[in-house]
């Protein structure tokens, strides 16, 4: 059903005592409503990117199944040939099996120029980062919804490349909301990339964990597809540790 949606509640706050500036591609949203909402968004179970914000919410989405293919130029002006592509996608088996989802993204960074010892020309060197994740997600009676993603992460800045695991896990909430008719309230929760350490030429970081909460109020309005409007505010991760 076809709904104004207006979003009065958006929080998200990203925490972390260890999360640092290692793979910080895994910090940026890969769909326009996610960065349109400041990274929020983990509390709206719509759109086919909801595996890479909370999986959890997948078996309340409108639809059972939805794919979609998102590229994002990055900075172009200062960081020229920069972009970040996504590849998500989910499927809702049913109430007893729950939904699996899967999703790739690849974070190209600028070329440079190649050098060597002897400071002869090499050739350029082109940057680029991807991770792929897939998800399993379960619906709890009365209106909870659980998940837990798997994700393997690739860096190749130039010199030796660096690989990790992470999971996630998520944890979605919804019930109506007696004030309004057929309107809705929603929480959720999600903790970030908790995984292995990255190794880059000989140092070693942790990967960006976090942990994030939002809450999110629908309210039908009319009958004609609408924007959403959210309030997110975030607390970026700590500086890097060796």
């Known amino acids: 059903m ?3 949606v207006v979003t009065a509640i958006a929080i998200l706050v990203a925490t972390s005592g260890i999360a640092q500036t290692s793979a910080p591609f895994l910090l940026v949203p890969v769909d326009a409503r996610a960065s349109g909402m400041g990274g929020g968004g983990i509390a709206l179970p719509r759109g086919p990117f909801i595996a890479f914000r909370n999986p959890a919410a997948i ?5 059972r199944a939805a794919a979609g293919d998102s590229h994002t130029p990055w900075l ?3 960081l020229p040939g920069s972009f970040l592509n996504a590849l998500g996608g989910y499927y809702y088996l049913d109430e007893q099996r729950g939904a699996l989802a899967a999703g790739f993204r690849y974070f190209a960074h ?3 120029p190649g050098s060597n010892d002897n400071a002869t020309p090499a050739p350029d060197i082109h940057p680029a980062e ?13 209106g909870i ?3 837990l993603t798997g994700r393997y992460i690739h860096s190749d800045m130039g010199a030796r ?7 996630d896990a998520g944890l979605f909430y919804r019930s109506d909301l007696s004030l309004f008719p057929r309107a809705t309230w929603s929480a959720a929760f999600t903790a970030n990339d908790i995984g292995t350490k990255i190794k880059y030429n000989g140092r070693t970081d942790n990967l960006p964990a976090r942990l994030t909460l939002g809450g999110a109020i629908s309210v039908p309005l009319s009958p004609f597809p609408s924007p959403t409007l959210s309030l997110p505010s975030s607390l970026p991760p700590p500086p890097s540790r060796s």
């Open 2 to 4: 076809k709904r104004l």
């Open 59 to 63: 078996p309340f989405a409108r639809t």
């Open 76 to 78: 172009t002006t200062l």
């Open 110 to 112: 600028p070329r440079s």
């Open 130 to 142: 991807w991770a792929a994740e897939i998800a399993y997600a379960r619906r709890l009676p009365p």
């Open 145 to 147: 919804g659980i998940s």
């Open 161 to 167: 490349a660096a690989n990790a695991v992470a999971f």
